[in-house]
């Protein structure tokens, strides 16, 4: 089942810095991608194949580049999907 991910990231510089790091295309299972900034901060809003895709992403590319780059991120928001209309 689908998965939707809401993170936030500290600033745009932030975001941009890590987006630099992991690579700017879209990874394995990851349906869409969004990041848009409010009042300062970023939020993400991914749509993924599953859980298992996120969990991959994140061990493998996400998760030490923020660890290298020492980005704080609080942990993200995770809801299973059960309708995803495409244009």
Known sequence: MAVVLIAWASSRKAYEAVDDAVGRTAPPGCIVH???????????????????HIDEFFQSKL?????????GMDPPELTETFSIERS
Do not use: C, F, M
Not at 34 to 52: F, K, L, Y
Not at 63 to 71: D, F, M, N, T, Y
């Open 34 to 52: 969004t990041a848009s900034e409010i009042d300062g901060r970023v939020r993400v809003v991914d749509v993924w194949e599953s859980q298992q």
């Open 63 to 71: 998760g030490p580049a923020v660890e290298k780059l020492g980005v």
